[in-house]
Protein backbone atom coordinates (compact mmCIF):
# COMPACT_ATOMS: atom_id res chain seq x y z
CA UNK A 1 0.00 0.00 0.00
CA UNK A 2 1.68 3.40 -0.97
CA UNK A 3 0.97 6.45 2.28
CA UNK A 4 -1.53 9.30 0.99
CA UNK A 5 -0.91 11.87 3.88
CA UNK A 6 -3.23 14.92 4.19
CA UNK A 7 -3.51 17.97 5.97
CA UNK A 8 -5.57 18.84 8.95
CA UNK A 9 -5.79 22.59 7.79
CA UNK A 10 -7.19 22.01 4.47
CA UNK A 11 -10.73 22.83 3.43
CA UNK A 12 -13.72 24.02 4.48
CA UNK A 13 -14.95 24.06 8.20
CA UNK A 14 -14.53 20.27 9.02
CA UNK A 15 -17.77 18.77 10.35
CA UNK A 16 -18.96 15.26 11.77
CA UNK A 17 -21.41 15.16 8.86
CA UNK A 18 -19.59 12.65 6.59
CA UNK A 19 -19.45 10.17 9.21
CA UNK A 20 -22.87 10.65 10.73
CA UNK A 21 -24.30 9.75 7.01
CA UNK A 22 -21.40 6.88 6.67
CA UNK A 23 -22.79 5.19 9.87
CA UNK A 24 -26.64 6.20 9.74
CA UNK A 25 -27.66 2.82 9.06
CA UNK A 26 -25.36 1.11 11.24
CA UNK A 27 -25.69 3.44 14.17
CA UNK A 28 -29.90 2.58 14.15
CA UNK A 29 -28.73 -0.78 14.64
CA UNK A 30 -26.29 0.00 17.51
CA UNK A 31 -28.93 2.44 18.74
CA UNK A 32 -31.36 -0.30 19.47
CA UNK A 33 -28.82 -2.52 20.97
CA UNK A 34 -28.32 0.32 23.51
CA UNK A 35 -32.20 1.05 23.55
CA UNK A 36 -32.71 -2.95 24.75
CA UNK A 37 -29.71 -3.56 26.87
CA UNK A 38 -30.26 -0.35 29.51
CA UNK A 39 -33.34 -1.81 30.32
CA UNK A 40 -33.92 -3.25 33.63
CA UNK A 41 -36.64 -4.38 35.70
CA UNK A 42 -35.40 -1.81 38.37
CA UNK A 43 -36.99 1.50 36.78
CA UNK A 44 -34.55 3.75 38.33
CA UNK A 45 -31.98 2.15 36.05
CA UNK A 46 -33.10 2.75 32.64
CA UNK A 47 -34.85 6.32 33.56
CA UNK A 48 -31.76 6.86 35.21
CA UNK A 49 -29.26 6.40 32.30
CA UNK A 50 -31.49 7.16 29.56
CA UNK A 51 -30.94 10.59 31.24
CA UNK A 52 -27.80 10.83 29.91
CA UNK A 53 -27.38 8.84 27.06
CA UNK A 54 -30.70 10.43 25.26
CA UNK A 55 -28.59 13.50 26.22
CA UNK A 56 -27.54 14.83 22.72
CA UNK A 57 -24.03 13.69 22.91
CA UNK A 58 -22.33 12.72 19.58
CA UNK A 59 -22.11 9.42 20.24
CA UNK A 60 -18.19 9.49 18.79
CA UNK A 61 -16.81 7.01 19.92
CA UNK A 62 -19.08 4.08 18.76
CA UNK A 63 -19.38 5.84 15.53
CA UNK A 64 -15.92 5.60 15.26
CA UNK A 65 -15.75 1.80 15.58
CA UNK A 66 -18.34 1.87 12.91
CA UNK A 67 -16.50 4.19 10.46
CA UNK A 68 -13.14 1.85 11.27
CA UNK A 69 -15.19 -1.23 10.34
CA UNK A 70 -16.58 0.45 7.13
CA UNK A 71 -13.23 1.63 6.31
CA UNK A 72 -11.56 -1.99 5.90
CA UNK A 73 -15.03 -2.99 4.32
CA UNK A 74 -16.07 -5.59 6.88
CA UNK A 75 -19.90 -6.99 5.67
CA UNK A 76 -21.04 -8.36 9.36
CA UNK A 77 -22.88 -7.13 11.96
CA UNK A 78 -20.27 -8.07 15.59
CA UNK A 79 -19.38 -4.40 15.66
CA UNK A 80 -22.84 -3.59 16.14
CA UNK A 81 -22.72 -4.72 19.40
CA UNK A 82 -19.64 -3.95 20.14
CA UNK A 83 -20.30 -0.07 19.53
CA UNK A 84 -22.98 -0.47 22.11
CA UNK A 85 -20.53 -1.82 23.97
CA UNK A 86 -17.84 1.12 23.68
CA UNK A 87 -20.43 3.65 24.31
CA UNK A 88 -21.68 1.78 27.49
CA UNK A 89 -18.37 2.15 29.03
CA UNK A 90 -18.11 5.40 27.74
CA UNK A 91 -21.35 6.62 29.22
CA UNK A 92 -20.42 4.72 32.55
CA UNK A 93 -17.53 6.97 32.92
CA UNK A 94 -19.11 9.83 32.89
CA UNK A 95 -21.54 8.85 35.56
CA UNK A 96 -18.61 7.93 37.73
CA UNK A 97 -16.57 11.62 36.31
CA UNK A 98 -19.56 13.33 37.36
CA UNK A 99 -19.71 12.35 40.85
CA UNK A 100 -16.03 12.78 41.47
CA UNK A 101 -16.06 15.92 40.27
CA UNK A 102 -19.38 17.16 41.56
CA UNK A 103 -20.65 18.53 38.60
CA UNK A 104 -23.71 20.40 37.41
CA UNK A 105 -24.29 20.03 33.86
CA UNK A 106 -23.40 18.07 31.49
CA UNK A 107 -24.08 18.67 27.76
CA UNK A 108 -26.70 21.53 28.76
CA UNK A 109 -28.84 19.10 31.41
CA UNK A 110 -28.68 19.03 34.79
CA UNK A 111 -26.21 15.98 35.85
CA UNK A 112 -27.50 12.69 36.70
CA UNK A 113 -25.98 12.96 40.13
CA UNK A 114 -27.41 16.35 40.65
CA UNK A 115 -31.30 14.62 40.16
CA UNK A 116 -31.12 11.21 41.85
CA UNK A 117 -27.65 11.23 43.67
CA UNK A 118 -24.43 10.11 43.92
CA UNK A 119 -25.23 6.81 45.08
CA UNK A 120 -27.93 5.80 41.68
CA UNK A 121 -25.09 7.09 39.68
CA UNK A 122 -22.28 5.63 40.73
CA UNK A 123 -24.19 2.09 40.68
CA UNK A 124 -25.83 3.08 37.26
CA UNK A 125 -22.59 3.41 35.71
CA UNK A 126 -21.87 -0.52 37.21
CA UNK A 127 -24.48 -1.32 35.43
CA UNK A 128 -23.55 -0.34 31.92
CA UNK A 129 -20.13 -1.48 32.70
CA UNK A 130 -21.70 -4.95 33.14
CA UNK A 131 -23.90 -4.73 30.35
CA UNK A 132 -20.81 -3.72 28.12
CA UNK A 133 -18.65 -6.37 29.58
CA UNK A 134 -21.72 -8.75 28.85
CA UNK A 135 -22.01 -7.34 25.07
CA UNK A 136 -18.43 -8.64 24.78
CA UNK A 137 -18.76 -11.81 25.99
CA UNK A 138 -21.46 -12.37 23.48
CA UNK A 139 -19.51 -11.48 20.58
CA UNK A 140 -17.36 -14.75 22.10
CA UNK A 141 -13.78 -12.69 20.82
CA UNK A 142 -11.30 -13.34 23.71
CA UNK A 143 -8.90 -10.67 21.55
CA UNK A 144 -12.06 -8.15 21.46
CA UNK A 145 -12.59 -8.66 25.22
CA UNK A 146 -9.25 -8.10 25.98
CA UNK A 147 -8.74 -5.11 24.14
CA UNK A 148 -12.04 -3.37 25.26
CA UNK A 149 -11.16 -4.70 28.94
CA UNK A 150 -7.70 -3.40 28.84
CA UNK A 151 -9.25 0.58 27.91
CA UNK A 152 -11.73 0.01 30.67
CA UNK A 153 -8.71 -0.46 33.10
CA UNK A 154 -6.58 2.24 31.58
CA UNK A 155 -9.36 4.48 32.17
CA UNK A 156 -9.82 4.04 35.69
CA UNK A 157 -5.88 4.50 35.89
CA UNK A 158 -5.99 7.51 34.08
CA UNK A 159 -8.87 8.99 36.72
CA UNK A 160 -7.25 7.89 39.63
CA UNK A 161 -3.83 9.69 38.49
CA UNK A 162 -5.75 12.91 37.96
CA UNK A 163 -7.35 12.70 40.40
CA UNK A 164 -3.84 12.01 42.41
CA UNK A 165 -2.37 15.39 40.45
CA UNK A 166 -5.56 17.71 41.15
CA UNK A 167 -4.47 20.43 42.74
CA UNK A 168 -1.21 20.31 42.09
CA UNK A 169 0.28 22.95 39.93
CA UNK A 170 3.65 21.53 39.11
CA UNK A 171 2.27 18.76 37.49
CA UNK A 172 4.74 18.16 34.40
CA UNK A 173 3.41 18.48 31.02
CA UNK A 174 4.75 14.61 30.56
CA UNK A 175 2.39 13.59 33.36
CA UNK A 176 -0.43 14.96 31.92
CA UNK A 177 0.01 13.75 28.43
CA UNK A 178 -0.16 10.35 30.31
CA UNK A 179 -2.97 11.09 32.31
CA UNK A 180 -5.44 12.27 29.33
CA UNK A 181 -3.52 9.20 27.26
CA UNK A 182 -5.33 7.04 29.75
CA UNK A 183 -8.53 8.49 30.75
CA UNK A 184 -9.83 9.38 27.18
CA UNK A 185 -7.37 8.61 24.65
CA UNK A 186 -7.74 4.88 25.42
CA UNK A 187 -11.39 4.36 24.18
CA UNK A 188 -10.90 6.02 21.24
CA UNK A 189 -7.68 3.86 20.39
CA UNK A 190 -9.69 0.41 21.63
CA UNK A 191 -12.96 1.42 19.75
CA UNK A 192 -11.02 1.88 16.78
CA UNK A 193 -8.80 -1.22 17.08
CA UNK A 194 -11.63 -3.82 17.67
CA UNK A 195 -12.85 -2.89 14.09
CA UNK A 196 -10.09 -4.25 12.50
CA UNK A 197 -10.45 -7.58 15.16
CA UNK A 198 -13.83 -8.31 13.74
CA UNK A 199 -12.60 -7.73 10.09
CA UNK A 200 -9.92 -10.63 10.94
CA UNK A 201 -7.08 -7.70 9.33
CA UNK A 202 -3.52 -8.14 9.68
CA UNK A 203 -2.02 -6.61 13.14
CA UNK A 204 -0.54 -3.78 11.24
CA UNK A 205 -3.70 -2.56 10.15
CA UNK A 206 -4.92 -2.86 13.73
CA UNK A 207 -1.97 -1.02 15.29
CA UNK A 208 -2.98 1.79 12.73
CA UNK A 209 -6.14 2.16 13.79
CA UNK A 210 -4.96 2.09 17.57
CA UNK A 211 -2.72 4.98 16.20
CA UNK A 212 -5.39 6.88 15.19
CA UNK A 213 -8.00 6.59 17.79
CA UNK A 214 -5.09 7.15 20.47
CA UNK A 215 -3.69 10.70 18.69
CA UNK A 216 -7.45 12.00 18.44
CA UNK A 217 -8.48 11.01 21.82
CA UNK A 218 -5.37 12.91 22.83
CA UNK A 219 -6.26 16.02 20.54
CA UNK A 220 -10.21 16.46 21.50
CA UNK A 221 -8.94 16.09 25.13
CA UNK A 222 -6.39 18.93 24.76
CA UNK A 223 -9.26 21.04 22.73
CA UNK A 224 -11.21 20.21 25.74
CA UNK A 225 -8.77 22.11 28.15
CA UNK A 226 -8.46 24.84 26.03
CA UNK A 227 -12.04 25.68 25.50
CA UNK A 228 -12.76 25.49 29.29
CA UNK A 229 -11.06 28.77 29.43
CA UNK A 230 -11.81 30.15 26.17
CA UNK A 231 -15.23 28.98 25.17
CA UNK A 232 -19.02 29.60 26.54
CA UNK A 233 -21.39 27.38 28.66
CA UNK A 234 -23.83 26.82 25.62
CA UNK A 235 -21.42 26.31 23.41
CA UNK A 236 -19.51 23.70 26.34
CA UNK A 237 -22.66 22.61 27.49
CA UNK A 238 -20.80 22.51 31.20
CA UNK A 239 -20.06 25.67 33.10
CA UNK A 240 -17.53 27.68 32.18
CA UNK A 241 -14.36 27.61 33.95
CA UNK A 242 -15.13 24.24 35.84
CA UNK A 243 -11.53 22.59 35.37
CA UNK A 244 -10.50 25.93 37.24
CA UNK A 245 -12.74 26.22 39.90
CA UNK A 246 -12.23 22.24 40.66
CA UNK A 247 -8.43 22.70 40.79
CA UNK A 248 -7.72 20.34 37.44
CA UNK A 249 -4.21 21.53 36.48
CA UNK A 250 -5.13 20.77 32.99
CA UNK A 251 -2.25 21.71 29.87
CA UNK A 252 -3.55 25.19 29.19
CA UNK A 253 -2.61 26.06 33.05
CA UNK A 254 0.89 23.79 33.19
CA UNK A 255 1.96 26.05 30.42
CA UNK A 256 1.02 29.73 31.68
CA UNK A 257 2.66 28.35 35.46
CA UNK A 258 5.70 27.42 34.07
CA UNK A 259 6.16 30.39 31.98
CA UNK A 260 4.78 33.17 34.58
CA UNK A 261 6.33 35.34 37.26
CA UNK A 262 6.32 34.39 40.54
CA UNK A 263 3.18 36.61 41.01
CA UNK A 264 1.42 34.49 38.44
CA UNK A 265 2.52 31.50 40.14
CA UNK A 266 1.39 32.06 43.11
CA UNK A 267 -1.66 33.39 41.72
CA UNK A 268 -1.93 29.70 40.18
CA UNK A 269 -0.92 28.19 43.15
CA UNK A 270 -3.82 29.34 45.14
CA UNK A 271 -6.14 28.76 42.48
CA UNK A 272 -5.63 25.59 42.12
CA UNK A 273 -5.99 25.19 46.10
CA UNK A 274 -9.10 26.61 45.31
CA UNK A 275 -8.33 29.79 46.99
CA UNK A 276 -9.64 31.79 43.46
CA UNK A 277 -13.06 30.47 42.66
CA UNK A 278 -14.38 33.70 41.63
CA UNK A 279 -15.55 35.29 38.10
CA UNK A 280 -13.05 38.09 38.45
CA UNK A 281 -10.37 35.14 39.39
CA UNK A 282 -11.60 33.15 36.60
CA UNK A 283 -11.20 36.05 33.88
CA UNK A 284 -7.60 36.93 35.40
CA UNK A 285 -6.79 33.28 34.97
CA UNK A 286 -7.56 33.30 31.02
CA UNK A 287 -6.23 36.56 30.58
CA UNK A 288 -3.10 35.02 31.51
CA UNK A 289 -3.62 31.99 29.88
CA UNK A 290 -3.42 34.02 26.77
CA UNK A 291 -1.19 36.21 27.69
CA UNK A 292 1.93 33.13 28.13
CA UNK A 293 0.34 31.90 24.71
CA UNK A 294 -0.96 29.21 26.89
CA UNK A 295 -4.21 28.24 24.93
CA UNK A 296 -2.73 28.82 21.91
CA UNK A 297 0.05 26.41 22.56
CA UNK A 298 -2.58 23.47 23.78
CA UNK A 299 -4.59 24.07 20.15
CA UNK A 300 -1.30 23.67 18.59
CA UNK A 301 -0.21 20.32 20.26
CA UNK A 302 -3.43 19.56 19.88
CA UNK A 303 -3.00 19.84 16.20
CA UNK A 304 0.05 18.30 16.55
CA UNK A 305 -1.94 15.19 17.42
CA UNK A 306 -4.38 15.18 15.38
CA UNK A 307 -2.37 15.49 12.29
CA UNK A 308 -0.47 12.21 14.46
CA UNK A 309 -3.61 10.58 13.70
CA UNK A 310 -4.75 11.57 9.72
CA UNK A 311 -0.80 9.87 9.11
CA UNK A 312 -2.14 6.91 10.60
CA UNK A 313 -4.62 6.29 8.32
CA UNK A 314 -2.29 7.19 5.25
CA UNK A 315 -1.51 2.91 4.51
CA UNK A 316 -5.26 2.65 3.91
CA UNK A 317 -6.50 3.51 -0.03
CA UNK A 318 -8.65 6.67 -0.81
CA UNK A 319 -12.68 6.05 0.30
CA UNK A 320 -15.72 7.75 1.51
CA UNK A 321 -14.76 6.22 5.38
CA UNK A 322 -11.12 7.48 5.28
CA UNK A 323 -12.41 10.65 4.07
CA UNK A 324 -14.98 10.90 6.90
CA UNK A 325 -12.47 9.57 9.89
CA UNK A 326 -9.66 11.99 8.45
CA UNK A 327 -12.24 15.08 8.45
CA UNK A 328 -13.21 14.00 11.92
CA UNK A 329 -10.08 15.02 13.03
CA UNK A 330 -10.58 18.44 11.42
CA UNK A 331 -13.61 18.98 13.54
CA UNK A 332 -12.10 17.77 16.38
CA UNK A 333 -9.57 19.92 16.66
CA UNK A 334 -11.65 22.76 14.96
CA UNK A 335 -14.37 22.89 18.15
CA UNK A 336 -11.74 25.64 19.50
CA UNK A 337 -12.18 27.96 17.16
Known amino acids: MSATLHRIDAGPAPSLDPMLRLVAHDMNAVNSVILDRMQSDVPLIPELAGHLIAGGGK??????????????????????????????????????????????????????????????????????????????????????????????????EGEVNQLTAQ??????????????????????AAACRIAAVVAERPEAEELALDAYGRNLGIAFQLVDDAIDYSSDEATMGKGVGDDFRDGKVTLPVILAHARGSAADKAFWRDAMMGHRVSDADLAHATGLLRATGAIDDTIER???????????????????AKAALTEAVGFAVARAY
Open 59 to 156: RMRPMLTLACARLLDYPGTRHHKLAAAVEFIHTATLLHDDVVDGSDLRRGRRTANIIWGNPASVLVGDFLFSRSFELMVEDGSLKVLRILSNASAVIA
Open 302 to 320: ARHYGQRAIDALGGFGASA
Open 167 to 188: RQVETSEERYLDIIGAKTAALF
